[in-house]
């Protein structure tokens, strides 16, 4: 979806649109410009654009050349683009994992990022060419301890019992496994370096997960794969945690340069 297909929401906030305009435009024109300039081709109030443009110098957003009174993009931009970079360079360099896992196994193979608020949301998958099969959507979003994926991320969150208790109580499965074997299932994801979940989160649906870790040993990302619970065999599951687990893995030595600790 481009942005003119985006809704727009309820409520515009005109000086950060202008903000933005005044970067996508420095970003396209030749050289350093002056404030007059760009107030003009913008349309902006000269008095707003010089306000605007002083505030990014502040933030390091744009750079101020003091004898020609002209401005240009700053490396501060940067420091932004860095997440959102490594996150796709990230995905890029899982995506040969994820399509391996669906050539073997016949599932959906995704990789799911942490975000805030305790959530995790879709960023890459591969999908088998089977008639039916599980489709989820890039950008899906779900809570952080749910499902496969929750119990790994759980397992390696740093969190007491007690603050996984509370976490728990918020989740909506459809079938609950109950806190008590769910915090077994924790502790369990936390030895074996994978989580299962079989129709619990989903009826009917299995998920094999395994966490990404960063430097600190803390999880920032997760390979899970979904399939029809009727597919598998006990040895078949087995055999595609511990894949998905190795993989998650190799990904953690990448990422984290080999510091992290992993499950064993």
Same mark, same amino acid.
């Given at each position: 979806m481009n942005k003119s297909e985006l809704p727009p929401p309820e409520k515009l906030v005109g000086a950060l649109s202008n903000g @933005?305009?005044?970067?996508?435009?420095?970003?396209?024109?030749? !050289?350093?410009?002056?404030?007059?300039?760009? &107030?003009?081709? @913008?349309? %902006?109030?000269?008095?707003?654009?010089?306000?605007?443009?002083?505030?990014?110098?502040?933030?390091r957003l744009v750079s101020f050349d003091t004898e020609s009174k002209t401005y240009a993009l700053a490396l501060g931009l940067v420091e932004?683009?860095? !997440?959102?970079?490594?996150?796709?360079?990230? &995905? #890029?360099?899982?995506?040969a994992d994820l399509e391996a896992l669906v050539k073997a196994y016949r599932v959906t193979a995704t990789l799911w990022q942490r975000v805030e608020g305790e959530r995790v949301v879709l960023v890459d998958? &591969?999908? =088998? =060419?089977?008639? %039916?099969?599980?489709?989820? =959507?890039?950008?899906?979003?779900?809570?952080?301890? %749910?499902?496969?994926?929750?119990?790994?991320?759980a397992a390696n969150s740093g969190l007491s019992r007690a603050q996984l208790k509370k976490?728990?109580?918020?989740?909506?499965?459809?079938?609950?496994?109950? %806190? /008590?074997?769910?915090?077994?299932?924790? $502790?369990?994801?936390?030895?074996?370096?994978?989580?299962?979940?079989?129709? #619990?989160?989903?009826?009917?649906?299995t998920t094999v997960s395994a966490a990404v870790l960063d430097a600190h040993g803390l999880p920032i990302m997760a390979i899970s794969t979904i399939g029809f619970s009727a597919q598998f065999n $006990?040895?078949? @599951?087995?055999?595609?945690?511990? /894949?998905?687990? /190795?993989? &998650? #893995?190799?990904?953690?030595?990448?990422?984290? !340069?080999?510091?992290?600790? @992993?499950?064993?």
């Open positions: @933005l305009s005044v970067l996508r435009y420095l970003s396209k024109v030749n !050289g350093r410009v002056g404030v007059t300039r760009v &107030a003009r081709d @913008l349309d %902006i109030h000269s008095s707003t654009c010089f306000n605007l443009l002083r505030t990014m110098v502040h933030e932004l683009a860095k !997440g959102a970079l490594e996150q796709a360079s990230y &995905a #890029r360099m899982v995506h998958r &591969a999908e =088998s =060419s089977a008639a %039916i099969r599980v489709h989820m =959507s890039i950008g899906q979003r779900l809570p952080m301890f %749910i499902g496969a994926l929750g119990r790994c991320m976490r728990y109580a918020a989740l909506r499965w459809e079938e609950a496994p109950g %806190i /008590d074997q769910f915090l077994e299932e924790v $502790d369990r994801a936390r030895t074996d370096g994978y989580a299962i979940d079989c129709g #619990r989160y989903v009826k009917g649906v $006990d040895q078949q @599951l087995l055999t595609l945690a511990c /894949d998905v687990r /190795d993989r &998650a #893995r190799t990904v953690t030595r990448a990422i984290s !340069g080999g510091v992290a600790t @992993l499950s064993r």
